[in-house]
């Protein structure tokens, strides 16, 4: 299946300061969805992504498609420690199942 | 709605022991999926079932079984739980295959010793 890089692997912040996580892939996906886990939760659906150069904001989340379709990001303005989690980016293997990364694992000191 | 029901939350198991990990979901979904989630290693699917009446293997199905039981319930299985099993185990489910937007269960916690 298509594999999907995240990086950083870790990232902390102090509240207040802007977030960036990139998930990046070797070949074109067809498109791309953003999940946050919040420590000791589950995942949960934030997005998905499916046109080339396609962005899509939720209130401070601001999600980009890359132009060639093999990049992805989603960057968090004004962090709060709400924010806290583990975001994950996937992807649909031939349509049956998804492909996660390894995520990014997002820390905001207040 | 409860959406995705995941039985048990917590389990210990000795080496060798088996257990069935439950799933139930209400949402009338037709794709359900069992993922393992371990520290760095994000989540790797061991099985999906893309409808009613089908499973098919994910990235990591050795030692695990699963049974669709009906449109609700999928249930995923160790035969001889070993400790590299040791894992949080999620399951979810989605309108259909195709749709990329799954619901996932709370997680079921499995430690082998």
């Known amino acids: 299946g298509q594999q999907v890089m995240q990086i950083p692997q870790y990232q902390h912040v102090q509240e207040g300061e802007d977030f960036t996580t990139y998930c990046n892939s070797s070949t074109t996906l067809s498109n791309i969805q953003w999940y946050k886990q919040r420590p000791g939760g589950h995942p949960v659906f934030l997005i998905q992504l499916v046109k080339s150069g396609e962005v899509k904001k939720q209130k401070r989340l601001t999600f980009q498609f890359g132009e060639a379709k093999k990049n992805s990001s989603l960057h968090i303005t004004a962090t709060q420690t709400t924010d806290v989690g583990t975001y994950f980016c996937s992807n649909s293997n031939s349509g049956y199942a998804l492909n996660f990364g390894k995520g990014t694992s997002l820390l905001v000191t207040p | 709605n409860a959406g995705v029901t995941q039985t048990p939350k917590f389990q210990v198991l000795k080496t060798g022991q088996s257990m069935t990990l439950q799933c139930a979901q209400d949402m009338n979904h037709n794709s359900m999926y069992w993922y393992r989630q371990d520290p760095g290693m994000g989540l790797r699917l061991i099985y999906y079932?893309?409808?009613?009446?089908?499973?098919d293997k994910g990235e990591v199905p050795n030692g695990y079984n699963v049974s669709r039981l009906n449109k609700r319930e999928f249930s995923l299985r160790l035969e001889s739980a070993a400790p590299s099993q040791t894992s949080v185990y999620f399951c979810?489910?989605?309108?259909?295959?195709?749709?990329?937007?799954?619901?996932f269960g709370a997680g079921s916690r499995l430690t082998v010793l």
């Open positions: 979810a489910s989605s309108r259909s295959s195709g749709a990329n937007v799954l619901t």
């Open positions: 079932s893309a409808s009613e009446g089908t499973t």
